[in-house]
Nanobody, 120 residues
Framework: QVQLVESGGGLVQPGGSLRLSCAAS????????MGWYRQAPGKERELVAA???????DYADSVKGRFTISRDDVKNTVYLQMSSLKPEDTAVYYC??????????????WGKGTLVTVSS
């Protein structure tokens, strides 16, 4: 059974940095894309950054120049390096993967979320 396990959230002051990690567990996975979404209180979930296999990263306009997404395909892990954090970046951050297990079709999977709070 596929699981996405996130880590790295927490409390940080404005202007600070955090690094989120998300590892996909499972055997024989074929991963098309991995990325990060976030949901702030009272708002809809939105794309933060995504990286398809062998493709170019895509970022929300609000995080361009401040966040960097990267992948380690050997470890089936995606990272989100967040810098120059602002209070409006406060949200629950969810890992997403579009992948398939052997003998199954591609499906979307989500992590449980990790809270990032930017506050002084």
């Amino acid at each position: 059974q596929v699981q996405l396990v996130e880590s790295g959230g927490g409390l940080v002051q404005p202007g600070g940095s955090l690094r989120l990690s998300c590892a996909a567990s499972g055997s024989g996975l074929s991963i098309n894309a991995m990325g990060w979404y976030r949901q702030a209180p009272g708002k809809e979930r939105e794309l933060v950054a995504a990286m398809p296999s062998g493709g170019k990263a895509d970022y929300a306009d609000s995080v361009k120049g401040r966040f960097t997404i990267s992948r380690d395909d050997v470890k089936n892990t995606v990272y989100l390096q967040m810098s120059s954090l602002k209070p409006e970046d406060t949200a629950v951050y969810y890992c997403h993967a579009h992948l398939k297990e052997p003998w199954r079709p591609h499906m979307d999977y989500w992590g449980k979320g990790t809270l990032v709070t930017v506050s002084s």
